[in-house]
Structure formats: C-alpha cells, structure tokens
C-alpha cells in the first residue's frame, strides 16, 4: 500500500478565529474549514486530522460535527487526554483519535505523549475510544520506551512526533532520522501502525522517507502555507507527488 497523507486543516480554523472568534454566525466568517476539507479531498488526501483543543484556540466543536457529516474520508480527531474531549470523541465517532499532550501556553503540540508515564489516566481513554469502534493512535517522540508503553496499552497506531528531526540543523539531522527508524522498526515488529507527523515539509521529506513502515503521514502547516500562494488542492496534490515511491 502506498504512503498516505493526512492533511492538518487546523490553520483553516486559526485564520478565521483571528478575526471572526466572536462571530461565527456572521456571513463574513471566514475561511472556512469545511471548504478546506474538500479542497483537501479534491487533492488527495487520504484523511483529514482536526484538533478541538480545550481553549478553542482554532477548530470549534461546530466544525468538528461539520466536517465528519459531509466530508466523505476518514477523520482523524486529535484530543488531549480530557473528560470534555472523550465524550466529545464519543459523540463525533472519528475513524481515528489521536492522543497528544495538550497545555495551554504552546504554540502548537510540542512534544510526544507520556505514554509510559501516564499510563494509568490514558489506559481508560483507550478502551472507551476503542469499545466505540475509534482506532488510538498515540502521537509520542521515537523513544523505545514511549513504542513500548503504547503497544502495552492496546493502541492500534502510534504517531511518531517528526518535530526534533524537522527542527534539527545538519549536523543533528542524522541522529533524529536515526531515532525515527529505530522507533518506526519497533513500532512495526510490535504490530502497530506506524504514522509520522510534526513539521514535515519539502524540504525535509525524502530523509524522512529514508524511515521504513511508515504507513501515514500527517502534515499541516506547509500545506496552508503553500496554499496561500496555490491553494490547498495543488498544495496537496504537489505534496502527494513528493511522496511518491515510498517503499515501506
Ligand atoms: N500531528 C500532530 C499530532 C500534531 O499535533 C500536528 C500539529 O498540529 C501535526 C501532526 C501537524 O504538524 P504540522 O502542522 O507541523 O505539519
């Protein structure tokens, strides 16, 4: 099977909030994360990912509905490990959720779960998700120990957090990629699906392709970015031919 592409549309939301936060029903609302959604699908995508964070900040519950009624690919539901976000999830029925660390102050998600750490207040959270019929995944840094706790705990995919190797200058480049591969063989030799995520663009795309078992790959924010010069489906489209090739 070929390498998927989930696209981010969260920034969809974060312009529109910038402006209209407090007037979501005025006609002049915009952009519109649902239209991005199609344009998304009209490029390629294989799944969309939204994240409802605990302050709103850009996806509203509204869109979340929205989205999963008329959008016809699979959703993917980002949350943090909340009671609000659980029944949320339980309402909305995503093809996916994932789990990542959620605090207040970061820009965006910076760092991976603690899977291992937190194992006792997540263990809940993934059965309920999972009796509903929603596949787990678990967006974590590619540290053994972190692969090891999620496929412990019953998640079906972990998300390896691609931000460090995104991030890294040349010299740390090779060590990140090499965490990622190291975690991505024991993700697969564990049984999980293996997806990747955090800052990937073009530029760092085929080291990153260098990581066996890779199953999907989630990208955000280059795509709104370049969708302001192209569009979001060229952007996705030009992102899906760049992607080409992967030999899991
Ligand atoms: N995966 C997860 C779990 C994320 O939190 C994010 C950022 O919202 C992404 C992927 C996408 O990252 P980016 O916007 O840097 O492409």
Redesign the pocket.
């Given at each position: 099977m070929s390498l998927l592409l989930g696209v981010?549309i969260?920034?969809v939301a974060t312009l529109r909030q910038a402006r209209y936060a407090d007037m979501l029903d005025s006609m002049n609302a915009e952009p519109s994360p649902l239209i991005a959604a199609e344009d998304a699908h009209a490029g390629g995508a294989d799944s969309i990912?939204i994240?409802v964070r605990g302050d709103r900040r850009h996806m509203q519950e509204r869109d979340a509905f929205e989205i999963r009624e008329k959008i016809d690919l699979p959703l993917n539901f980002?949350m943090g490990n909340t009671e609000e976000m659980v029944a949320m999830a339980l309402k909305l029925r995503p093809d996916f959720v994932?789990l990542?660390p959620e605090t207040r102050e970061e820009v965006?998600?910076e760092g991976g779960l603690d899977v291992n750490g937190l194992y006792g207040s997540l263990e809940g959270t993934v059965s309920q998700l999972q009796q509903a019929g929603i596949k787990v995944s678990m967006?974590i840094d590619p540290d053994p120990c972190q692969v090891e706790a999620s496929r412990r705990i019953g998640a079906e995919m972990i998300?390896l957090?691609t931000?460090c190797f995104?991030n890294a200058d040349r010299e740390g480049r090779s060590g990140e990629t090499d965490r990622l591969k190291s975690a991505a063989e024991l993700g697969y030799q564990s049984g999980l699906q293996v997806n990747a995520?955090?800052?990937?663009n073009v530029q760092n795309l085929a080291e990153l392709l260098t990581v066996p078992h890779l199953s999907e790959l989630?990208?955000?924010?280059?795509?709104i970015a370049r969708s302001v010069r192209v569009g979001l489906t060229v952007a996705v489209q030009e992102m899906r031919s760049a992607m080409k090739g992967y030999a899991l």
């Open positions: 981010n969260d920034h990912t994240h980002e994932c990542v965006t998600t967006f998300e957090h931000g995104a995520g955090h800052g990937i989630n990208i955000g924010h280059t795509l």
